[in-house]
């Protein structure tokens, strides 16, 4: 069904526990076709939200929840001031997924968890209490931080990734009106209910995310890893944004991507290293800190040295390209 | 096995009337709310150029260009494009004649199977809009260019949400760079 | 390159490059597949797969999907008809409450719509009586067991001499084990057939690669009279070898067609779906032991195979044929064991055999050849066989040497540095590799053609055969052309009909070698009878003549590829930046689809080596990455420069055209280059495949 504008989108919601916002379809449908999502009503709000990307009063910029990622990622205020982010949606998906999938949709995709996706196995994001088969199953793809015993699933979002890093807002609507939400809140950690990917309620719609008006973003970066050279989910990916001065780092954001149930923001790295020389042996001892709380499981542990790897790496060339 | 009502409304198949515009022709309709673009033109519509290789958006078989814009056709839904203006690889021939891609395609025999085929193809042409309109892609060195070039790299990476099985890959390159340097 | 056939009139058209006859329909997407085909009324098939790889179906209850508008029945082992041949325990379905492996059919939903099988299918309530599978591969188990005989009949183990003295009194020895995972076909086409019952005859719009082996089959099935059953197969989206052998859909298919009598039976399968019960590879695990003189001359070579099959219905992959004839030797065994297990049935994937077991094969060479300090070029040079040591026959032609003195030009192989870990540029470690490629020229039986003059010009050519993207359609033709001294828009061809006369499947690269022959047989017989001015209506028919030659030669193709690969330092990425393919296949009839065959090949090569693997869960007996998102094939951006080219080479004694069959080749050893490049950039050996970034990285 079409709703006429945004509070009637939220409202229908409200009323049908069984119903779903539609936007690009890119993960919905993916999902419908396996019986994984079930609504019984789609609204589709492809034409409610806005599909621009604005410059905000403070100097930041608005991006609408409709903005396909394609159209993101090439716009040019993006591509200049929030590089990572360009660079994000470009590791992502396919040219023809990034036409049709959009900003909001992009946040809210669920995990790529082979045992999510088969409605033959059991999977307590899918069915709470029916227990994890990825923890003693094949887990090469999943979680080394942050991970409960009911869950070790991997947010897949490259996007969201680079908004973590970029210290985004979400904004959304919801029956009793607007709220902000720093990105780094709205995806959960698993922990005892793996089946809440956000903290959003069921009626709550996303319509659109402010970038602050941090000058430092400009220089940004996302690296992603993947098997092949393209068209793949990211084994590990880091975003990452550096202010560097007279060789000390001033400022830093770090996240990371394919290592945990929400896009991870490095924060304990960016403490180590905030004030400190933009060293590699900093930037090495930064990763290791913030690694070392990782639980790797049977097939995973290699991403512990890949994920500080690429933090390394990643560091290293913005800190010599600024 | 997973039980679910997923896709009924009040118990009964819920159908829509739809208008699409494919490789310029009207087109009126009739879909179950559930059908895809894909299936809205190979079942109920006959065109079977775009083809359904896994009907997840994971291979790009399905490739049409949606509004100017190419996308896969197996994920969206015909409801919800209403109205729109399809191409496919049928449509791109003018009086008989192959499109420049086509024989390009022909050429440098850039299929084997050819199952792929019209979906590359289309694709392709997507791609070279988007590269006209200057928009990056994952291989660009400088994010900011004013001007995309359209090297090897930068067309293979353009192409990966294309699959050949056959491998056509390296004939591909060669095809759709022929018609992109002229 | 020869552009002249032996025994033809003018020769002029076998070896020109000319476009695909069916180019401009596959770029318009107008060239019809299984499912294309226009039938009214169409009802759609939706399968129901067990969920327990051992046990029997205990109930199914069917009632709410039943009740759904638009479903017109549910079939089940309960409805199901009386296959009339029941013997074959992977193709006989639906007979009784049987589980033999996860993913099995047990029953279908026939629907108006797609939409609704799906939904319907959904709603099929199923429970079981679950006994505990096993679905563990490994090579330690103690019930291992000895096949008969491998798949194409060849023997399952050979022995020349005493190998393990060899190997113990050898100044140089290796002893190393490979292993590569399950892999799918997975061509872009999924299985598909369209089944139209009316009135006792039955139409199948089938997407295999042979018409004729489906009819058989499906008559064998049903109790048939073969002449009351039709395969049409215009276009095939792909098979690489799950389309050889027939599988369990097309039996579901039929059985629909049959209960639901009436109206047209449509069923493909979703991606989803073809992981579970149309073949695969089996996963192999490899041990090659090579003993060599203080010269590099082999003394000892082994190779023992341990594969699976599943416990219904044995396939034993041929996988150490290739080392049987690759290299001169002194000592020689090889083995083959199986495990039987509770899975779905492996079956033909490109190159069965020769794919896994020169990747372990030309691996071992490498190893070997570094630890006899020699190049692995010239380790090879001095391991060139004079005879096929198994059947003591000369080779009907062999240019291995000529391709790897070719490639190392073509490659700028000379003056390579062998020192591991030497070249970086930036982050990333460059090395370079070489391997052999062997594939065998096979002979399948029971192809005919028929040539009918038309009156205008023109000569009507009929043979079932099947293009799967190998260019049967122009190759046929070109080859037809020159059998009759006609130019090509004067040949007719029609292929992929069993209204046609029989041919054998598209598999085992032997279309070109059996179809070919009988279309020069065909003509020879034709011009016999009825000159070079025939009347409208003058026909001949002839099949695949013997060819007494097999009996006097060993024939097979032979190739040599290189590869650069570059891995990164900090991530363990593989790329692969350019690879050179060099082929011995005797002529080629049109060299533009040639180069198709071989990048296909190599490609598959690629990406055997560095992506394919289906993960089994054994907890549960399935395939659980089971789409293209997951299971990982090359995109346009994994593959760079590939560099193709072959030698000449006159074979007259493989069939008249001088053709060496070309479809699988190219899958033949390239992993095995690969492999190599990246141990010579990295100093790490992957012994097992695929060469993922979790391997590399430290």
């Not at chain 1, 979680?143 to 996007?159: F, K, Q, R, Y």
């Not at chain 1, 956000?198 to 940004?220: A, G, K, Q, Y």
């Not at chain 3, 050979?158 to 190393?176: I, K, W």
Request: net charge negative.
């Amino acid at each position: 069904m079409r709703a006429h504008d945004v509070e009637g989108a939220v409202a229908a919601l409200a009323e049908a526990p069984n119903a779903e916002f539609l936007a690009g379809g890119t993960n919905l449908v993916d999902l419908m076709k396996l019986g994984v999502e079930t609504p019984d009503v789609l609204v589709d709000v492809r034409r409610l939200t806005s599909d621009r990307v604005e410059d905000l009063e403070d100097g930041g910029l608005r991006v609408g929840a409709a903005v396909p990622n394609s159209v993101l990622a090439a716009d040019r205020k993006v591509r200049t001031r929030y590089p990572a982010l360009s660079q994000a949606l470009l590791a992502g998906a396919s040219g023809q997924l990034r036409n049709l999938a959009t900003t909001g949709g992009n946040l809210l995709q669920r995990t790529r968890c082979v045992y999510f996706y088969d409605t033959t196995t059991p999977c307590n994001k899918r069915e709470p209490g029916s227990g994890c088969s990825a923890i003693e199953g094949h887990n090469k793809n999943h979680a080394i931080l942050g991970s409960s015993e009911h869950c070790v699933a991997t947010h897949p979002s490259d996007m969201a990734v680079a908004m973590a890093a970029l210290d985004a807002f979400v904004n959304v609507l919801g029956p009793d009106g607007d709220r902000r939400i720093p990105i780094e809140d709205l995806h959960r950690l698993p922990g005892d209910e793996p089946q809440r990917d956000t903290i959003l309620e069921h009626c709550e719609l996303i319509t659109s995310v402010d970038l602050p008006p941090l000058r430092f973003l400009s220089n940004s970066k996302y690296r992603k890893v993947r098997e092949r050279a393209s068209y793949a989910f990211a084994l590990v990916s880091v975003a990452a944004a550096l202010d560097v001065e007279d060789g000390v780092v001033r400022d830093i954001r770090i996240a990371l991507g394919g290592v945990a149930h929400k896009p991870w923001r490095a924060t304990k790295a960016e403490e180590t290293l905030r004030g400190e020389p933009a060293s590699e042996e900093n930037f090495r001892a930064a990763a290791e800190i913030e690694l070392e709380d990782a639980e790797p499981l049977r097939d995973n542990a290699f991403k512990v040295p890949l994920a500080r790897n690429v933090m390394v790496r990643t560091l290293l060339e913005l800190s010599e390209e600024r | 096995m997973g039980q679910h009502n997923g896709w009924l409304r009040k118990g009964r198949i819920v159908d829509a009337e739809i208008t699409l515009r494919v490789d310029g022709a009207e087109r009126r309709l009739t879909v179950d709310t559930r059908t895809t673009l894909l299936d809205a033109l190979r079942e109920r519509l006959g065109i079977t150029s775009p083809k359904k290789g896994c009907d997840h958006g994971q291979c790009g078989a399905c490739t049409l260009l949606l509004d100017g814009r190419r996308v896969n056709s197996c994920l969206a839904l015909a409801v919800a494009y209403d109205g729109s203006e399809i191409i496919t690889a049928e449509g791109l021939a003018e009086n008989g004649q192959l499109h420049p891609l086509q024989r390009a395609f022909v050429e440098h025999d850039g299929y084997q199977c050819g199952y792929c085929t019209p979906g590359q193809i289309v694709s392709a042409l997507g791609m070279l809009d988007e590269a006209e309109a200057g928009w990056p892609s994952h291989v660009t060195e400088d994010l900011n260019v004013e001007e995309i070039v359209l090297d090897d790299e930068e067309i293979r990476e353009r192409m990966s949400g294309n699959l050949c099985r056959c491998a056509a890959y390296a004939n591909i390159v060669p095809a759709i760079r022929e018609v992109s340097d002229r | 390159m020869s552009t002249t056939a032996p025994g033809s009139a003018t020769g002029t058209v076998i070896g020109a490059p000319l476009d695909r006859i069916d180019g401009p329909q596959k770029v318009t997407g107008t060239a019809p597949y299984a499912y294309e085909h226009h039938v009214d009324n169409p009802l759609y098939l939706y399968p129901l797969h067990s969920d327990i790889a051992r046990g029997r179906v205990a109930r199914i209850d069917a009632g709410e999907a039943e009740a759904l508008p638009g479903v017109i029945a549910v079939i089940s082992h309960h409805n199901a008809p009386t296959l009339a041949d029941t013997r074959d325990r992977e193709l006989a379905i639906l007979q009784s409450d049987e589980i033999s492996f996860r993913g099995q059919y047990i029953g279908a939903v026939v629907a108006e719509t797609f939409e609704v099988a799906r939904h319907a299918a959904n709603l099929v309530s199923i429970s079981y009586d679950e006994d505990r599978h096993d679905a563990t591969f490994t090579p330690d188990r103690d019930d291992l067991y000895t096949p008969e005989q491998l798949n194409a009949g060849f023997p399952t183990d050979t022995e020349e001499g005493d190998v393990d003295r060899a190997f113990s009194s050898a100044a140089v020895t290796m002893d190393e084990t490979y292993t590569t995972p399950v892999e799918h076909n997975n061509p872009m086409e999924p299985h598909t057939s369209v089944a139209v019952w009316e009135a006792g005859d039955l139409t199948l719009y089938e997407s295999t690669q042979g018409t004729h082996s489906v009819r058989r089959l499906v008559a064998k099935l049903f109790g048939l009279d073969r002449e009351r059953v039709r395969v049409v197969t215009l276009h095939v989206g792909g098979g690489f070898g799950s389309k050889g052998l027939p599988h369990a859909n097309t039996v579901l298919a039929v059985i629909a067609a049959q209960v639901v009598e009436g109206r047209p039976i449509k069923f493909a399968l979703t991606r989803q779906q073809m992981f579970s019960c149309v073949g695969y590879r089996t996963p192999t695990v490899q041990r090659i032991r090579l003993g060599a003189d203080e010269n590099g001359r082999l003394t000892a070579t082994s190779h023992d195979v341990v594969e699976q099959t599943a416990k219904i219905k044995e396939f034993a992959e041929q996988t150490a044929y290739a080392t049987r004839t690759m290299y001169a030797t002194e000592t020689r065994r090889t083995t083959h064991r199986l495990a039987a297990l509770d899975v779905s049935v492996p079956s033909w994937m490109r190159a069965p055999g020769e794919a896994p077991g020169m990747y372990a094969l030309e691996s071992a060479m490498d190893e070997m050849a570094i630890k006899c300090n020699l190049d692995p070029i010239e380790f090879r040079i001095r391991n060139e066989p004079e005879l096929d040591a198994e059947t003591g026959l000369p080779y009907s032609s062999r240019n291995l040497v000529a391709c790897l003195r070719e490639g190392a030009e073509r490659f700028g192989w000379e003056g390579r540095d062998p020192t591991l870990r030497a070249r970086q540029e930036g982050r990333w470690l460059v090395g370079t590799g070489v391997a052999s490629g062997i594939y065998p020229v096979f002979r399948l039986p029971g192809s005919k053609v028929r040539i009918s003059y038309r009156g205008d010009g023109r000569y009507a050519m009929e043979i079932g055969a099947v293009d799967i993207g190998t260019g049967a359609w122009t190759a046929l033709t070109q080859i037809a052309a020159d059998a009759l001294g006609v130019g090509v828009e004067s040949i007719n061809l029609s292929i992929g009909d069993t209204d046609l006369p029989s041919a054998s499947v598209a598999g085992g690269s032997s279309g070109i070698t059996v179809w070919g022959s009988a279309i020069f047989e065909a003509a020879r017989a034709f011009r016999e009878r009825h000159g070079d001015d025939p009347a409208a209506g003058d026909t001949a028919e002839a099949g695949t003549p013997d060819n007494p030659d097999t009996e006097n030669y060993s024939m097979h193709a032979f190739a040599a590829y290189f590869a650069e690969a570059r891995v990164n330092e900090d991530t363990g990425e593989v790329r692969v930046p350019r690879m050179t393919g060099v082929f011995a296949v005797g002529n080629v009839i049109n060299p533009k689809m040639a180069r198709s065959q071989f990048i296909g090949g190599m490609t598959m090569g690629l990406s055997m080596a560095l992506h394919e693997e289906s993960l089994v869960d054994p907890r549960f007996g399935h395939v659980v990455n089971h789409d293209f998102a997951e299971y990982h094939i090359p995109t346009n951006a994994d593959v760079g420069e590939m560099d193709v080219t072959w030698v000449d080479e006159d074979d007259p004694h493989v069939n008249p055209m001088g053709t060496k069959g070309i479809g699988e080749i190219g899958i033949c050893g390239s992993p095995a280059a690969i492999a190599n490049a990246v141990y010579h950039a990295t100093g790490i050996r992957v012994r097992d495949l695929p060469i993922t970034p979790d391997k590399l990285i430290h």
